[in-house]
């Protein structure tokens, strides 16, 4: 199994038991979605400065690290919507799977503007997975 696979799992685990414990931190606690978010980026900032402290990086360029910060700051936005939509009380069950369809969105914008077409032989399975991924969302939120 290739590493990325691996890598892939390991995030989609730790996806879902993230949004598992924000809620249960929300039900618990009586706390705004900006102060979560505020929290869980602290989070989030202690667990890379203790990786960079280890395996510092000399590879900084402006253009690359500029669109790195710009992508973590559409993806903060991202993570204080699902906070506030959980502060409103929305259900995991319902929530999870729409703001996950992002798989549609991302694998289209991939084929976009960075050519990764699949072959003939993936193409089928693509859009079938594209399709079952949109059904879902609507499915369960509706």
């Not at 900006?34 to 667990?47: E, N, P, R, T, V």
């Not at 077409?117 to 059904?135: E, H, K």
Request: glycine fraction near 8%.
């Amino acid at each position: 199994m290739p590493n990325w696979i691996v890598y892939g799992l390991i995030a989609f685990v730790c996806f879902a038991v993230n949004t598992i414990i924000y809620k249960f931190a929300q039900q618990k606690g009586n706390f705004s979605p900006f102060y979560g978010a505020l929290l869980f980026g602290i989070g989030a900032m202690l667990l890379f400065g203790l990786f960079f402290m280890f395996k510092p990086s000399s590879d900084f360029e402006w253009k690359s690290s500029s669109l790195v910060m710009i992508s973590g700051i559409i993806w903060a936005i991202g993570f204080l919507s699902v906070a506030i939509a959980i502060s409103q009380k929305a259900d995991v069950a319902r929530l999870a799977p729409i703001y996950n369809a992002n798989t549609l969105l991302a694998v289209l914008l991939g084929i976009i503007f960075l050519k990764e077409i699949p072959d003939a032989s993936q193409i089928f399975r693509v859009v079938a997975g594209a399709v079952l991924i949109v059904v879902g969302a609507v499915l369960v939120s509706v």
